[in-house]
């Protein structure tokens, strides 16, 4: 049996980059991260924090 295999290209994007939302999103999620790595940061640390 012959398998055939189309070859991963990505498409260009249809609007010339990442939307409003995907940004919005990506902004959120980089605020959300920060309380969290922080207080991960000063408990390697050695703080008694958190």
Do not use: E, N
């Not at 249809?14 to 969290?36: E, F, N, S, W």
């Amino acid at each position: 049996m012959t398998v055939s295999v189309q070859p991963l290209t990505r498409t260009p994007a249809a609007h010339g980059g990442p939307g409003r939302l995907r940004l919005a999103v990506c902004a959120a999620t980089i605020a959300a991260c920060v309380p969290y790595l922080t207080i991960k940061v000063a408990w390697l640390s050695g703080s008694t924090i958190g």
